[in-house]
Nanobody, 123 residues
């Protein structure tokens, strides 16, 4: 499964962005989907995850209350709505799909990865 992440850009602190993730060639409606990010010089970290039906969502403490993950299986797309962006949110954001349908925070449990989209928060 090839995943395509999009929607990144350059914004100012306090702004909002919406990232999108969609597969090419097949549906991922049976998969949990997660967002991870990697800042320069840091390891990749979990940001948010959603179960295959969208009933279970998971968030990193650093984004809880600011970011919302959602999915529309009819459009075969998962979104990451990012509000009140901070400079420390600057990173490359990756989406990934897991065969564990309930959702997971563990990077090793994701089987398919997208190429990443750059989010830069700067004043």
């Amino acid at each position: 499964v090839q995943l395509q992440a999009s929607g990144g850009g350059l914004v100012q602190p306090g702004d909002s962005l919406r990232l999108s993730c969609a597969p090419s060639g097949r549906t991922f409606s049976d998969n949990a989907v997660g967002w991870f990010r990697q800042a320069p010089g840091k390891e990749r970290e979990f940001v948010a995850g959603i179960s295959w039906r969208g009933g279970n969502t998971l968030y990193a403490d650093s984004v809880k209350g600011r970011f919302t993950i959602s999915r529309t299986n009819a459009k075969n797309t998962v979104y990451l709505h990012m509000n009140i962006l901070k400079i420390e949110d600057t990173a490359i954001y990756y989406c990934a799909a897991s065969r564990i349908s309930s959702g997971t925070r563990l990077e090793g449990e994701y089987d398919y990865w997208g190429q990443g989209t750059q989010v830069t928060v700067s004043s």
